[in-house]
């Protein structure tokens, strides 16, 4: 299952700048957010950084670290091992809330793991483009996990 989904409540900004095509600005997204897992997979750290906001106040959780500001998050990519390049997303939802905000929710397996991953980025359209300024990342044990 993939989706992007156009929230059906316009913001502020969007309502007052007229009519926003949510669902174009979602698939905008998405199609940046495969550029983001195609690089991941790659290993291509470098590219992998400039998705983010160049900003002190960027913030990514991961499995085993924080990291606050890009300059963490770029050492945290300088010293990390690839991901399996067999990864594969799956229920993937990209939902557009304005004109210039997004988020990316997916979920990850890998055939080196039982366990699942759970990635969530939001994404904010700045002068620059689109770039990812809170970012999420865990695991579950699929036979721990309660799903409701």
């Known amino acids: 299952m993939s989706q992007e989904i156009a929230n059906p409540e316009l913001s502020d900004r969007a309502a007052s700048a007229g009519t926003v095509d949510l669902g174009k600005i979602a698939a905008e997204v998405r ?5 983001y897992e195609a690089a991941l997979v790659r290993h ?7 998705f ?3 900003s002190p106040h960027t913030i990514r ?8 500001g890009i300059d963490s998050i770029r050492a945290f990519r300088a010293d990390t091992t690839p991901v399996h390049p067999q990864r594969r997303l799956r229920e993937t939802v990209v939902v557009a809330f304005s004109a210039d905000s997004a ?3 997916t979920q990850f397996l890998a055939p080196d793991t039982t ?16 770039k990812i300024v809170a970012a999420h990342v865990s695991t579950v044990n699929p036979d721990k996990l309660i799903v409701y």
């Open 61 to 68: 959780y991961g499995v085993r670290e924080h990291s606050h």
């Open 103 to 105: 988020s990316a929710c």
């Open 115 to 130: 366990l699942i991953g759970r990635q969530t980025q939001t994404w904010i359209r700045f002068p620059e483009g689109w």
């Open 44 to 50: 291509d750290n470098e590219v992998l950084s400039n």
């Open 31 to 35: 199609a940046i957010f495969d550029e």
């Open 52 to 54: 983010f906001w160049d």
